[in-house]
């Protein structure tokens, strides 16, 4: 990669920031496209966020990610939000068009994405939501355009109940949402053909969002958690022979949508996906 003066900057901002995989995604997909650009991780301390947007706008960043803490926050600080990403209240890629910060989410195609690749046409089917938060209800957006049968399942009902309200007149699908009671997951989880985790159950909390013993083998599971790369929650389902899925092509698919966003192009999967399983075995041999 040779950087000149007009190489313009690309990045992602969050905190922590150091243990982001995006910088070695998006330069792989950069160079093997031969495109004059680099993509950087910057570390904002919270309470800088809104200085962070601000000096980005101010030398030219041409586009950046954003990733936790800031994803909702950064919401006040944006110019403009697209349809999506105005109702999923939580930003993940944003594109400077001439001065002006728009916002986008790319979490909702990315699962999306990965629904088809593993189960192709996902009409007719029954498909459990856990967790109402950004990445849920970006998934849910996608979904609700497609004729199939939609419960959200979420701690916190109310939120699911948001979700359902605002997405009902609009929707192909049929919406509903529950509690995670074990009364409501009984009442979902046997006839779901696919289950969705999106939660942090798992990864920053350890056990499963849901009981285990009610997933079985005609179930596909989809946990959007990269690491661990096996939470418990898929090692339930795999050991009672279902279909497992982890977060690692969601990672891919967002940052390919982003991609998009930013240089107009698809970016070569194979070459984005080849990275980040690369450095997830190193990850293993620790
Ligand atoms: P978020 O906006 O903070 O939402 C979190 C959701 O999880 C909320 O619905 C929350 O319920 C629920 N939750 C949190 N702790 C819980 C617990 N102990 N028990 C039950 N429910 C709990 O987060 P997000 O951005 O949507 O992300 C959700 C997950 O997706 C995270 O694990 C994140 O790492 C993952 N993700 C992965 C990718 C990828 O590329 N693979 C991309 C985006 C997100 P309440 O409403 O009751 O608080």
Request: proline share 5%.
């Given at each position: 990669?040779?950087?000149?003066?007009?190489?313009?900057?690309?990045?992602?901002?969050?905190?922590?920031?150091?243990?982001?995989l995006?910088?070695?995604?998006?330069?792989?997909?950069i160079?093997?496209?031969?495109?004059?650009?680099?993509?950087?991780?910057?570390h904002?301390?919270?309470?800088?966020?809104?200085?962070?947007?601000?000096?980005m706008?101010?030398?030219?960043?041409?586009?950046?990610?954003?990733?936790?803490p800031f994803?909702?926050?950064i919401?006040?600080?944006?110019?403009?939000?697209?349809?999506?990403?105005?109702?999923?209240?939580?930003?993940?890629?944003?594109?400077?068009?001439?001065?002006?910060?728009?916002?986008?989410?790319?979490?909702?195609?990315?699962?999306?994405?990965?629904?088809?690749?593993?189960?192709?046409?996902?009409?007719?089917?029954?498909?459990?939501?856990?967790?109402?938060?950004?990445?849920?209800?970006?998934?849910v957006?996608?979904?609700s355009?497609?004729?199939?049968?939609?419960?959200?399942?979420?701690?916190?009902?109310?939120?699911a109940r948001?979700?359902?309200?605002?997405?009902?007149?609009?929707?192909?699908?049929?919406?509903?949402?529950?509690?995670?009671?074990?009364?409501?997951?009984?009442?979902?989880?046997?006839?779901?053909?696919?289950?969705?985790?999106?939660?942090?159950?798992?990864?920053?909390?350890?056990?499963?969002?849901?009981?285990?013993?009610?997933?079985?083998?005609?179930?596909?599971?989809?946990?959007?958690?990269?690491?661990?790369?096996?939470?418990?929650?898929?090692?339930?389902a795999?050991?009672?022979?279902?279909?497992?899925?982890?977060?690692?092509?969601?990672?891919?698919?967002?940052?390919?949508?982003?991609?998009?966003?930013?240089?107009?192009?698809?970016?070569?999967?194979?070459?984005m996906?080849?990275?980040?399983?690369?450095?997830?075995?190193?990850?293993?041999e620790?």
């Amino acid at each position: 990669m040779k950087i000149s003066a007009r190489t313009n900057i690309y990045g992602v901002i969050g905190y922590p920031i150091e243990h982001s995989l995006s910088p070695m995604i998006h330069n792989a997909a950069i160079e093997a496209l031969g495109i004059d650009a680099v993509y950087v991780a910057f570390h904002v301390k919270p309470g800088m966020l809104k200085d962070a947007v601000y000096g980005m706008k101010a030398i030219g960043v041409k586009g950046f990610n954003v990733t936790m803490p800031f994803k909702t926050e950064i919401v006040s600080y944006l110019d403009q939000l697209d349809e999506e990403t105005a109702f999923v209240e939580a930003v993940n890629t944003v594109v400077d068009v001439d001065g002006c910060l728009v916002g986008y989410t790319t979490d909702g195609l990315g699962a999306l994405e990965v629904l088809k690749s593993t189960v192709g046409n996902l009409a007719g089917l029954n498909i459990v939501v856990i967790g109402a938060g950004g990445a849920a209800r970006a998934l849910v957006y996608h979904l609700s355009k497609i004729p199939c049968d939609i419960t959200i399942l979420n701690r916190s009902v109310e939120k699911a109940r948001f979700i359902v309200e605002k997405l009902r007149s609009n929707s192909n699908a049929k919406l509903s949402y529950r509690s995670l009671s074990e009364d409501d997951q009984k009442a979902v989880i046997p006839k779901a053909h696919i289950i969705v985790n999106a939660t942090p159950v798992g990864m920053t909390t350890p056990g499963c969002p849901i009981s285990p013993s009610l997933v079985n083998s005609s179930h596909i599971v989809f946990d959007m958690i990269y690491w661990p790369p096996e939470t418990q929650l898929l090692k339930e389902a795999r050991l009672r022979g279902a279909t497992i899925v982890n977060g690692l092509p969601m990672l891919v698919y967002q940052a390919a949508y982003s991609f998009k966003l930013w240089f107009g192009i698809f970016p070569p999967l194979d070459v984005m996906f080849r990275v980040v399983e690369e450095e997830f075995s190193r990850y293993g041999e620790r």
